[in-house]
Every structure is written in structure tokens, then in C-alpha cells.
């Protein structure tokens, strides 16, 4: 925890105290103390509760001010306009995305937290608290042996995730939220994060206007590739520290309102190129091949879907990476980008990948150095 207190501890808006107050009392978790966790990266924050019994939960805080979320009948013009959220088709925060993403998860018998109440127009959650330092990232780097087991154990998860149906929406007590498609524009958007900020980040690169027109080109033909391959249910921020082992040999799921009809290689991606935390090639090749051996999926196809989603997924995390440390001012990221980069390089010595590997090699060929 990083402070304990009264509600109003991390806030001067009064309005927006009152309204938490309210929220907890009918909920019956007004008189709880109340200790705010670790920052999220978004504009969510979370704090646990402890009642007078002892008993824990989670408050999850989401006011609705971030850009608004892409809408199915939204054309990319409208999208361009309304912001990162829609251009990207990002949740922004609501909390009816996270609610009714959980419930799906839960008919398919996977392990979300369970939400006790919820205030979707205020941006409120009271949700169950699946304990401290059970982060799969944490427990691994108390006990670097049951690495390959956790991530194993996430594998199947994933497994059971792709196999079952894409809904195109997910409906609970009349409420609706569409999921819907990773498609070419938003692809687009994120991708061009590495050729819009990574000549910022580092000196060394440079993207003449040639050099732009050329990036747009091997860009979309990967993109291309990309939309041809086969869609399932994707968390889209599948990783370690989204991750909780829980008793019961069960796999909780933290962070999930981004769901899109993605692929199966994003969310392998996420897990096992992992710029936070080095995955050992050990761990990430018997992640995949649990993840093969429970759904029956050729190798052959995933490694390259593998190699270009991943590929892309690479270029979006070092300009992400870039963003941050250049136009937001957190330098904390720099320690993660040669890693980012690695696994960028690496992404890009398969044949698929050669057109971008062809492109990035002329603009940051030191990216290559020291990759087999």
C-alpha cells in the first residue's frame, strides 16, 4: 500500500469524494478503512477495503474523462477525431467494458474477479480482492523455478480463451458492449507510434520523407497479412503482471476491458515477449508449445503469425515506449526499450517479416547487433 487514510486522502474533488462515499455506503463498505494500491497506468485507480470483520475487497476508481470509446458505426474519420480511445478502439476506462468482459469470461469458465456492485455513470467498481503478491511476475521473481510452470498454467488459460465463440457483443442486465475488430486503422495508429517517436527518443534514427513513404509501405503489408488471419477473443494485455495465481491451482485475470477480435498471437505475444521482464527461450517455447498441443493449432502457422503480429505488436510497445519517455517525461521506460528492441529484432528474422526487417535495418541497424 502506498497510503491508508480517509476516502478523501488522494483527492481534492470534493464532488467526486462524495460520490466514492456513496458508492461504498450502499454497497455496505462505507465505514471500511481503505488503503490506495500502486498507480495504474490509466486514469483508474484502486484501492483495498477492510471492513470491521476483517473481510477485503477492491474499490476500482474510473471516472469518465478519458477520450470516448470507438462506437461499431464510427467511420475512421469520426475515429481520428474523437481521439486515441477510438482511434485505437481502447476501452477508456468504463467500467461497463470491465464488468461485462468479466462476466463473459466467467460463462466460459475462466477466472476474473467477481464484481460485488458497480456504478457504471459515476465510474465505480467494488470487486473481489484476489490477494497481495500474487502477481505471476512477483511470484516468479521470489522463486525463478516456477517459471515455466505459471506460465504454462497462463498458456491454458489462453487455450480455453481462443477456443471459445467470438461474441460480437456482450450483453448483461440491459447493458450492451460491442467487441470489436483490431482492424487495419487501428493497427495503423499504433504501429506508426515507432516512425512518429522513436526519431524523437534517439539521435541515431532518421525517417526521411522517403523514408516515411517506404515505412507506410512495408507497414500496410504486414497489416494486410495480419487481417487475413483467423480472429478470436483477445485481452490484448496479456502478461505477467496482469496475471494472479490463485489457490485452487487457478489463474486470475486482472486486466481485460480492452477486449478485442484480435489473434491468438497477440496475446501469446504479450505473454512471451515481455519488455518488463526477461522471459527466458525456454519458458516461451514451452508456452507455446502447451498452447499447441491444447488447441490442435498448426506450428507452422502460429510461428508465423507469431512473427508478424509480433512484429507489429514490437513496433508499437518501442514507439509506446518512446512516447513515454520523450512527450510525457517518464525516463523509466528507457530501461525497458533495449529489451523491447531485442525482441523487436528478433520478431523480424523471420521470412515473413522481411520487407519491415529490410526497412528498419537502413534507419536503426544497431537494433541488430548482438542477434543471432
Given at each position: 500500500m502506498e497510503n491508508t487514510g480517509s476516502l478523501g486522502s488522494m483527492s481534492s474533488d470534493t464532488s467526486r469524494i462524495s460520490k466514492r462515499s456513496e458508492f461504498l455506503e450502499t454497497t455496505g463498505w462505507g465505514q471500511a478503512e481503505i488503503g490506495w494500491l500502486q498507480q495504474d497506468a490509466s486514469t483508474r485507480?484502486?484501492?483495498?477495503?477492510?471492513?470491521?470483520?476483517?473481510?477485503?475487497?477492491?474499490?476500482?476508481?474510473?471516472p469518465r474523462i478519458e477520450p470516448p470509446p470507438c462506437t461499431p458505426g464510427m467511420s475512421e474519420q469520426e475515429r481520428h477525431a474523437a481521439g486515441w480511445n477510438a482511434q485505437s478502439r481502447l476501452a477508456g476506462s468504463r467500467v461497463e467494458a470491465f464488468v461485462l468482459v468479466a462476466k463473459h469470461l466467467q460463462r466460459i469458465g475462466l477466472r476474473p474477479p467477481e464484481i460485488y456492485a458497480?456504478?457504471?455513470?459515476?465510474?465505480?467498481?467494488?470487486?473481489?480482492?484476489?490477494?497481495?503478491?500474487?502477481?505471476?511476475?512477483?511470484?516468479?521473481?521470489?522463486?525463478?523455478a516456477r517459471e515455466h510452470d505459471l506460465y504454462k498454467k497462463a498458456a491454458l488459460v489462453l487455450a480455453k480463451l481462443h477456443q471459445a465463440a467470438l461474441?460480437?457483443?456482450?450483453?448483461?442486465?440491459?447493458?450492451?458492449?460491442?467487441?470489436?475488430?483490431?482492424?487495419a486503422f487501428a493497427l495503423r495508429a499504433n504501429t506508426d507510434l515507432?516512425?512518429?517517436?522513436?526519431?524523437?527518443?534517439?539521435?541515431?534514427?532518421?525517417?526521411?520523407?522517403?523514408?516515411?513513404?517506404h515505412w507506410d509501405a512495408v507497414r500496410d503489408g504486414l497489416i494486410s497479412r495480419t487481417n487475413a488471419f483467423p480472429r478470436v477473443f483477445t485481452l490484448r494485455d496479456y502478461h505477467a503482471e496482469n496475471l494472479v495465481y490463485l489457490p485452487g491451482n487457478e489463474i486470475g485475470l486482472l486486466d481485460f476491458q480492452d477486449a478485442v477480435a484480435g489473434w491468438d498471437a497477440w496475446d501469446l505475444a504479450m505473454l512471451t515477449q515481455d519488455a518488463r521482464r526477461y522471459v527466458s527461450p525456454e519458458t516461451a517455447q514451452l508456452t507455446l508449445r502447451a498452447y499447441l498441443d491444447h488447441t490442435g493449432t498448426s506450428e507452422t502457422a502460429l510461428t508465423e503469425r507469431l512473427a508478424i503480429i509480433g512484429t507489429l505488436n514490437a513496433l508499437r510497445i518501442t514507439g509506446v515506449f518512446a512516447r513515454l519517455i520523450e512527450r510525457d517525461r517518464k525516463p523509466k521506460y528507457a530501461a525497458f526499450m533495449t529489451r523491447q528492441q531485442t525482441i523487436l529484432a528478433r520478431s523480424l528474422q523471420h521470412p515473413a517479416t522481411a520487407d519491415m526487417a529490410g526497412?528498419?535495418?537502413?534507419?536503426?541497424?544497431f537494433m541488430f547487433e548482438g542477434i543471432s
Amino acid at each position: 500500500m502506498e497510503n491508508t487514510g480517509s476516502l478523501g486522502s488522494m483527492s481534492s474533488d470534493t464532488s467526486r469524494i462524495s460520490k466514492r462515499s456513496e458508492f461504498l455506503e450502499t454497497t455496505g463498505w462505507g465505514q471500511a478503512e481503505i488503503g490506495w494500491l500502486q498507480q495504474d497506468a490509466s486514469t483508474r485507480r484502486y484501492a483495498r477495503l477492510v471492513n470491521s470483520s476483517g473481510q477485503t475487497a477492491i474499490l476500482m476508481d474510473a471516472p469518465r474523462i478519458e477520450p470516448p470509446p470507438c462506437t461499431p458505426g464510427m467511420s475512421e474519420q469520426e475515429r481520428h477525431a474523437a481521439g486515441w480511445n477510438a482511434q485505437s478502439r481502447l476501452a477508456g476506462s468504463r467500467v461497463e467494458a470491465f464488468v461485462l468482459v468479466a462476466k463473459h469470461l466467467q460463462r466460459i469458465g475462466l477466472r476474473p474477479p467477481e464484481i460485488y456492485a458497480d456504478d457504471d455513470q459515476n465510474g465505480f467498481i467494488l470487486l473481489e480482492d484476489f490477494g497481495e503478491n500474487r502477481e505471476l511476475a512477483r511470484l516468479i521473481e521470489q522463486d525463478p523455478a516456477r517459471e515455466h510452470d505459471l506460465y504454462k498454467k497462463a498458456a491454458l488459460v489462453l487455450a480455453k480463451l481462443h477456443q471459445a465463440a467470438l461474441p460480437d457483443t456482450i450483453e448483461a442486465a440491459g447493458r450492451v458492449w460491442p467487441i470489436l475488430s483490431f482492424d487495419a486503422f487501428a493497427l495503423r495508429a499504433n504501429t506508426d507510434l515507432f516512425a512518429d517517436w522513436l526519431p524523437e527518443y534517439d539521435s541515431r534514427v532518421e525517417i526521411s520523407e522517403q523514408a516515411r513513404a517506404h515505412w507506410d509501405a512495408v507497414r500496410d503489408g504486414l497489416i494486410s497479412r495480419t487481417n487475413a488471419f483467423p480472429r478470436v477473443f483477445t485481452l490484448r494485455d496479456y502478461h505477467a503482471e496482469n496475471l494472479v495465481y490463485l489457490p485452487g491451482n487457478e489463474i486470475g485475470l486482472l486486466d481485460f476491458q480492452d477486449a478485442v477480435a484480435g489473434w491468438d498471437a497477440w496475446d501469446l505475444a504479450m505473454l512471451t515477449q515481455d519488455a518488463r521482464r526477461y522471459v527466458s527461450p525456454e519458458t516461451a517455447q514451452l508456452t507455446l508449445r502447451a498452447y499447441l498441443d491444447h488447441t490442435g493449432t498448426s506450428e507452422t502457422a502460429l510461428t508465423e503469425r507469431l512473427a508478424i503480429i509480433g512484429t507489429l505488436n514490437a513496433l508499437r510497445i518501442t514507439g509506446v515506449f518512446a512516447r513515454l519517455i520523450e512527450r510525457d517525461r517518464k525516463p523509466k521506460y528507457a530501461a525497458f526499450m533495449t529489451r523491447q528492441q531485442t525482441i523487436l529484432a528478433r520478431s523480424l528474422q523471420h521470412p515473413a517479416t522481411a520487407d519491415m526487417a529490410g526497412f528498419i535495418r537502413q534507419i536503426a541497424p544497431f537494433m541488430f547487433e548482438g542477434i543471432s
